[in-house]
């Protein structure tokens, strides 16, 4: 049976591709509500950071613009989300509003109560995964308990690759807002005051259609050789879907079934084969979905050590040290060039933020919470599963932290991905006419001058063996160090 109008209350899913809840409602309403509510205190304490709103500010508007061949509003409101709904609903007559998950903390908390009060409205209500290739509760292991490890995780994607089918887009849409008056994208006031983001518009195309060219550009520059080139930051071997999956511009489901296709194209025919072995990209999706996996089931891991035994660690308080880390001007020049490029990108190459987190929290012994904040604010593409798994993996907390003791080495990172410092020398150009012998450790030149570039802010060495000792009292007795 036909409702006449349903609401499909949008988050992070900004597309008309691939969108279960928006097809869900299609089929059953003769008319849609689209709704976007603002409501940035309900994420607290991990309300977005600015990059993060100067990203959403421009993936409205593209939405906006897309809907628009439908004759269809996008409905903006601002303040409570159960209250707008609510009102929208006495406002258009809607009887159903559907959604896609979130799985923050704060999110799954919030969608529940939500849920339970507008179903005592009697107002029917549904939920749908347009986020994950497969929900964090259908992944688990025999005995039923969630797994703590990638690996075996990934291989019940990776050797049975059966996910949800792909949803199609609207073929019409009719507009159920009526009259209703809405917020401007720009009265949300996302842009940043400062104009530091002001090179972004340069790098991205926030929205559907610019999702869609990063694909179609990855797949058919970058998908073959991805294991390799995936490592070389100053190349594009990497997809740059990461904001554009968060924002749900495009899904994880789209991008496995076009890099499978992809694949096969170029193959000539479908194997079936272990993808493992055959895409390496395709782990990354997989990888995504299991720090969604780990957030969902342990929240705690936002800003608790997933490894109980780091509760006690003494991180050690160096503002001078996490100054310049955030500036770039730490005297390293591949750990500059990434956070330069962070800051004038919006987005760091993943291989540097590995080498970058290590050096922040092992070298310097700064607690990884204070690496994590930055990257919340600086990164268009934050997202609280994989930017908390991530600094705790590379802290030595994490999951899969094994081995724990790992220190990168921002020399052999350099010399082996970066030989010819064109990363470095397009970050940091001070060191442009360093010979490629010292572009690593620019120090060891006789012609170095540090007027025009410091000389590292620590003994990498010494700092390397004092964590060391560090983790090594903390795994053989539990406790590290003052």
């Known amino acids: 049976m036909l409702i006449d109008t349903a609401i499909v209350w949008l988050r992070r899913d900004l597309r008309l591709e691939d969108n279960p809840a928006l097809t869900f409602a299609l089929r059953r309403c003769r008319s ?3 709704l ?6 309900e994420e607290a304490p991990w309300q977005p950071g600015s990059a993060s709103n100067w990203w959403l500010h421009h ?7 897309s809907i628009a061949r439908y004759n269809v509003r996008l409905l903006i409101r601002r303040g409570n989300s159960l209250e707008t709904i609510l009102d929208i609903s006495n406002q258009t007559g809607a009887k159903a509003v559907f959604w896609n998950r979130l799985y923050e903390p704060t999110m799954v908390k919030r969608d529940k109560y939500v849920k339970s009060q507008l179903r005592a409205n009697d107002i029917e209500t549904a939920s749908f995964n347009g986020a994950l290739l497969k929900e964090p509760w259908e992944i688990s292991k025999a005995d039923g308990s969630m797994y703590r490890v990638f690996t075996p995780f990934s291989r019940q994607y990776l050797d049975d690759p059966a996910i949800r089918p792909l949803h199609p887009g609207p073929d019409n849409m009719v507009c159920g807002a009526g009259e209703l008056t809405s917020l401007s994208v720009e009265d949300l006031k996302l842009l940043p005051a400062k104009t530091w983001y002001s090179g972004f518009a340069d790098l991205w195309q926030p929205g559907e259609v610019g ?3 990063q694909m179609n550009r990855f797949l058919d520059d970058a998908l073959t050789g991805y294991d390799e080139g995936r490592n070389i930051p100053s190349i594009e071997g990497v997809s740059m879907l990461s904001a554009h999956l968060h924002f749900g511009e495009i899904s994880p489901v789209q991008v496995w079934c076009a890099a499978r296709f992809q694949a096969d194209s170029e193959r000539g025919y479908s194997s079936g084969v272990n993808l493992s072995e055959e895409k390496p990209y395709l782990k990354q999706l997989v990888w995504r979905d299991f720090a969604h996996h780990i957030l969902f089931h342990l929240p705690q891991t936002v800003d608790q050590p997933f490894n109980e035994k780091f509760a006690g660690f003494q991180w050690e308080s160096n503002p001078e040290f996490l100054d310049a880390w955030k500036k770039g001007m730490t005297g390293i020049p591949l750990v500059d060039a990434g956070m330069r490029q962070l800051w004038q990108t919006g987005w760091m190459h993943n291989r540097i933020r590995m080498l970058v987190a290590s050096v922040l929290t092992k070298n310097g012994l700064v607690h990884w919470q204070e ?8 990164l268009v593409d934050a997202n609280l599963a994989n930017n908390s798994m991530g600094w705790q993996w590379t802290a030595g907390c994490g999951v899969d932290a094994a081995p724990y003791f790992r220190v990168f080495s921002p020399t052999r990172q350099g010399q082996r991905f970066d ?3 064109e990363y470095i020398r397009k ?12 572009i690593h450790e620019p120090w060891n030149s006789s012609d170095f001058s540090a007027k025009s570039y410091p000389g590292p802010i620590v003994d990498l060495s010494k700092s390397r063996k004092r964590a060391l000792e560090k983790y090594r ?8 160090p003052n």
């Open 32 to 34: 849609v509500v689209l």
């Open 36 to 41: 976007y509510v603002y409501s940035p205190s």
């Open 59 to 65: 993936s409205l508007q593209a939405f906006i613009k």
């Open 211 to 213: 999702a869609m060219k």
């Open 371 to 378: 690496g994590a904040q930055w990257f919340w604010e600086t």
């Open 419 to 421: 030989p010819m410092g």
């Open 427 to 438: 970050w940091v150009p001070e060191l442009e006419s360093v010979p490629n012998k010292f």
């Open 473 to 480: 009292l903390l795994r053989t007795t539990g406790q590290a």
